[in-house]
């Protein structure tokens, strides 16, 4: 997979040469190129941004350089998939960093001040897939973060990132885990500061811990994220299901 990230702060994007991601990088599993908006300006200053039509607080980051900065990444014909942070932008969900998992080209763009101008997202649709994303219900001041966290969710779930598949079966919010959160994890020592680790982990009764801890997932989802539970799981009893 081919991923562009285009910011006026392009070190901002370090941090995806660490870790598993940068992993992915070294062996070819992803090809990351991140660049910088101003490489497509003209003028001394190399300016990005002019004040808003219409007024208001803040400035608008030109069309100008996006546009040229999209028509040298992805030239006409090419299937890409171009990603436009914000915050009035859809809600970013697991569902959606599987899509982009399995997406040939993403190009990622990270806006500043106030925002990127509104045509950019507009022309880009005429010859490309555009989603304008959020990553929450908070106003960050620019759109790198979200990148960050954006490339990290899918780039893990592309075959041979993550060394264990497994680890991916059983996760918050993953489509073959019900939607539910993760259960509470424990390892050695068995006693720590007075706390014990539960009896039934150290039982070797798989079917139990495997009952255990999908009570344990929809014991959490109930109290911290109801909305996630199947309408038949809202009960104020806690449902168990036998273990499989
Ligand atoms: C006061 N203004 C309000 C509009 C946005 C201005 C800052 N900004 C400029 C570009 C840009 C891109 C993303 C985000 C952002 N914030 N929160 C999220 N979940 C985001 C995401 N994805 C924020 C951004 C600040």
């Given at each position: ?15 995806l ?28 200053h ?8 219409g ?27 171009l ?13 959606l960093a599987?899509?982009?998992a ?19 997202a ?18 960050l ?5 979200a ?6 969710a899918?780039?893990?779930l ?7 598949p ?5 996760e918050s ?15 050695k ?9 539960p ?15 999908h009570e ?6 109930r109290?911290?994220?109801p ?18």
């Amino acid at each position: 997979m081919r991923v562009d990230v285009v910011s006026i702060f392009p070190d901002y994007l370090a941090p995806l040469r660490l870790s598993l991601v940068g992993k992915a990088i070294e062996t070819g599993l992803i090809d990351l190129a991140v660049h910088d908006l101003r490489d497509w300006t003209h003028d001394r200053h190399r300016t990005v941004d002019d004040t808003p039509y219409g007024g208001g607080a803040g400035m608008v980051m030109r069309p100008e350089p996006w546009g040229e900065a999209l028509d040298d990444l992805v030239p006409a014909g090419t299937d890409a998939r171009l990603l436009i942070m914000t915050p009035s932008g859809r809600p970013f969900d697991q569902r959606l960093a599987a899509e982009l998992a399995a997406e040939p080209r993403v190009i990622i763009a990270c806006g500043r001040y106030e925002g990127i101008d509104a045509r950019v997202a507009e022309h880009a649709a005429t010859r490309m897939r555009v989603d304008e994303v959020s990553i929450g219900d908070y106003v960050l001041n620019g759109g790198e973060a979200a990148a960050l966290v954006i490339i990290e969710a899918f780039a893990r779930l592309i075959p041979g990132v993550i060394g264990n598949p497994e680890s991916l079966a059983e996760e918050s919010h993953s489509a073959d885990h019900d939607q539910l959160l993760e259960y509470p994890v424990y390892t050695k020592p068995a006693a720590w500061r007075g706390l014990e680790v539960p009896e039934v982990l150290l039982s070797g009764h798989h079917g139990r811990i495997t009952a255990w801890r999908h009570e344990r997932a929809v014991e959490l989802t109930r109290r911290r994220r109801p909305e996630l539970l199947p309408d038949a799981e809202r009960t104020d009893e806690l449902e168990v299901r036998p273990a499989v």
